[in-house]
């Protein structure tokens, strides 16, 4: 099966109930990934630099540069279609049959290597 490593499915369960968010780093996020023409055009633009608050849309343009990521379960999933991301409305509706799947439960605080 594929992995994230080599170009496999990320799948992130998120309500986003406040849409792209208000505070500033929040606000820096959506502008970056929703005004970019394509992860890779984005990637290349912020390598040059990008002002404070701004590295979230960074690492996220580095990882859909080689993946698809899915926001499932969101309420505003026009935010994430607009981010260059793929909305659905469940993990199932997500994820393919028969796929390989690895689910990390803390995944702000794992590393996968």
């Given at each position: 099966?594929?992995?994230?490593?080599d170009?496999?499915?990320?799948?992130?369960?998120?309500?986003?109930s406040?849409?792209?968010?208000?505070?500033?780093?929040e606000?820096?996020?959506?502008?970056?990934?929703s005004?970019?023409?394509?992860?890779?055009?984005l990637?290349?633009?912020m390598?040059?630099?990008?002002?404070?608050?701004?590295?979230?849309?960074?690492?996220?343009?580095r990882?859909?540069?080689?993946?698809?990521?899915?926001v499932?379960?969101s309420?505003?999933?026009a935010?994430v279609?607009?981010?260059?991301m793929?909305?659905?409305?469940?993990?199932?509706d997500?994820?393919?049959?028969?796929?390989?799947?690895?689910?990390?439960p803390?995944?702000?605080?794992?590393?996968?290597?």
């Open positions: 099966g594929r992995s994230p490593r170009g496999g499915r990320v799948v992130i369960p998120a309500e986003l406040e849409g792209a968010g208000e505070g500033t780093g606000r820096r996020f959506y502008e970056w990934l005004g970019a023409e394509s992860a890779e055009a990637y290349e633009e390598r040059e630099g990008y002002a404070a608050g701004a590295q979230r849309a960074f690492v996220v343009a990882t859909l540069r080689d993946h698809d990521v899915y499932t379960n309420q505003h999933p935010v279609e607009e981010c260059l793929h909305a659905r409305s469940s993990v199932e997500a994820v393919e049959p028969g796929s390989d799947v690895l689910v990390v803390d995944a702000l605080d794992t590393l996968l290597v």
